[in-house]
């Protein structure tokens, strides 16, 4: 099936209410449900503390599809960081636009935020991918998605890990993962 014709149909599938958010990778849709509370507050402490530290130009943005065609690939991070004129689209944000992605794994589908989309984010040319894992109570850091894999595709060539507690360099902001609760089990 061609990309126009699954960016359709996920456009039909995000209008179901269970569906949180819908994303195209690999010739196949994926929907998402609503995540847990805890996801959703480690998400705002950490635009809280993204806020504080941001230059005027940019935002830190809790929403919102980014979109490469041309790669077959639609994504909807948990947090992204991008000037604030590249949110003036009718469409889809262009991943090139941002500083960074950020996820917090889910419970449930990590496999998506540890490995799917640490090939697409530096295929699509994102320079900082944030990824937040509250199972674990770890945070890792990738940035600079020049590299090549041994598959042929684009990956970070760096790659920095820590523990909830640790302060973060990420990009030229810093994250303290301190504020970061883990999952109830």
Request: proline share 8%; glycine share 8%; aromatic share 6%.
């Amino acid at each position: 099936m061609d990309y126009a014709r699954m960016r359709a149909i996920a456009e039909e599938l995000s209008g179901l209410p269970e569906a949180r958010k819908v994303e195209i990778s690999g010739g196949t849709i994926t929907m998402m449900m609503s995540p847990s509370g805890t996801h959703d507050l480690v998400a705002h402490r950490l635009r809280r503390q993204l806020d504080k530290q941001l230059t005027d130009d940019l935002v830190a943005y809790t929403g919102g599809d980014i979109e490469d065609p041309s790669l077959g690939i639609l994504r909807r991070p948990d947090l992204i960081v991008l000037p604030e004129e590249s949110m003036d689209t009718p469409t889809a944000i262009h991943p090139r636009h941002l500083a960074l992605a950020a996820e917090i794994v889910s419970p449930s589908n990590h496999v998506n935020d540890y490995a799917k989309k640490m090939h697409d984010y530096p295929a699509m040319g994102i320079p900082v991918y944030l990824l937040i894992d509250p199972r674990k109570g770890t945070v890792a850091v990738m940035s600079d998605p020049q590299g090549v894999d041994s598959d042929g595709q684009r990956c970070y060539r760096a790659r920095h890990d820590f523990v909830f507690g640790d302060k973060v360099s990420v990009g030229p902001w810093t994250v303290d993962t301190s504020e970061f609760p883990l999952y109830h089990s």
